[in-house]
């Protein structure tokens, strides 16, 4: 005899498939985020609401993301939040036709569509956006904007927006918003020992994305960079083909490595952050009063993410210190060492610097900016 814990669970199951079976996707996925999916009742009213939007909207807006709904609890991308913010902002001019956990590719690959429009807008790390708009790769220049805080000022301020912005639409893209997630981490699989100082990396086989200028961090260090794509990581850690990562600690939560890891360490060195994007020439078809709505949602849901990082990192620690995932943080000094021997000061940067920035004044521009507190607070690890 089923429970009634299981007789609901069968509810939801049947409630989700007949919403999906009938191209109801998106309103299967709102329904199952609002706890409704044991409800017929209120699954049909969800579905319902989401139809008529679509048919009063003017415009829809296919919007991918890698991630599930429901990551935001450990990694704060909103994706609900954001579709709820455009559609709103918009007078229901926009609706959004979400397409979460990878439906449509991750990584590079989404970038990709989204370059070639044949997706609206997404959802992508900086590291995979940076081989399609490389201005972006910028923000992986160790101790450049590790911390929380440098990022926001940096990608919130006048310079970011006027130089590097300007050089990401020139590859196709309208960004959205950069939003925050949390410092890159250096996560040790199972067996391996932590790496507290710069000497703890020789040898290391470092998983790395797509970014050159993450690459050469790790090669500075001692490391052996190794290029994985995202997809393939779990099973390159779990088999040994690599021995570490950097993502945030949200990440490793939200991609299942908990169980995989033995050691993570706060670096602060370079930011694992994320931007929602749209593609440009899409973008300028859309009537002057949905850009401004566009961009309206977009700081509205900036707001959002930013009060939800200390939240969902604190979950992210708390589910894999279960798995037996130990966490250090580094002391003044270390940090100090850290900077000495791969920071973005060092004269191994000076081309990437005038490579990705356009020179060296304006790239000194973006260091002052990233030390300047604008109207944005975040909570750093």
């Known amino acids: 005899m089923k429970t009634e814990f299981e007789d609901l669970v069968s509810e939801e199951r049947r409630n989700f498939l007949k919403l999906a079976s009938t191209g109801s996707v998106t309103a299967a996925i709102v329904a199952g985020a609002g ?19 679509e048919a009063a909207a003017e415009h829809v807006m296919t919007l991918a993301t890698e991630y599930v709904v429901g990551t935001t609890r450990a990694y704060p991308m909103m994706q609900l939040d954001v579709k709820e913010n455009l559609q709103n902002a918009s007078n229901g001019k926009i609706y959004v036709k979400l397409a979460p956990g990878g439906q449509l590719g991750i990584g590079s690959a ?5 370059q070639g429009g044949t997706v609206n807008a997404a959802q992508f790390s900086l590291s995979n956006f940076a081989p399609f708009a490389p201005a972006v790769d910028l923000i992986n220049m160790p101790y450049f904007c590790g911390s929380n805080q440098r990022f926001v000022n940096l990608v919130t301020s006048d310079i970011w927006k006027k130089e590097v912005d300007a050089m990401v639409e020139a590859r196709g893209f309208k960004p959205m918003f950069y939003f925050c997630i949390d410092p890159r981490v250096m996560a040790v699989r199972k067996g391996g020992a932590s790496i507290i100082t710069p000497a703890d990396l ?13 690459q050469q961090f790790y090669r500075m260090g001692g490391a052996n960079p190794t290029p994985v794509a995202w997809g393939e990581t779990p099973s390159a850690i779990k088999q040994g083909v690599a021995d570490a990562l950097d993502p945030s600690v949200g990440a490793l939560y939200a991609f299942g490595f908990k169980d995989i890891l033995s050691h993570v360490t706060f670096t602060q060195a370079v930011p694992d952050s994320q931007t929602y994007a749209c593609n440009l020439e899409w973008y300028n078809t859309l009537p002057g009063d949905v850009q401004d709505a566009i961009a309206w949602a977009s700081e509205m849901s900036f707001h959002q993410n930013l009060a939800k990082v200390p939240s969902a990192r604190t979950f992210a620690m708390a589910e894999m210190r279960k798995s ?11 940090l100090a060492e850290w900077q000495e021997t791969v920071g973005f000061q060092r004269s191994e940067w000076d081309s990437f610097k005038t490579e990705l920035a356009g020179s060296m004044e304006t790239f000194d521009k973006l260091v002052e900016a990233a030390g300047t507190k604008g109207k944005f607070y975040v909570h750093d690890a």
């Open 202 to 214: 020789a040898g290391v086989k470092f998983r790395v994305p797509g970014s050159n200028m993450l």
């Open 35 to 53: 706890g409704v999916l044991w409800s017929s009742g209120a699954t049909a009213q969800t579905a319902n609401e989401e139809r008529e939007r």
């Open 324 to 334: 037996g995932v130990e966490f250090h943080s580094l002391t003044a000094d270390q």
């Open 110 to 114: 989404l970038a990709q569509k989204v």
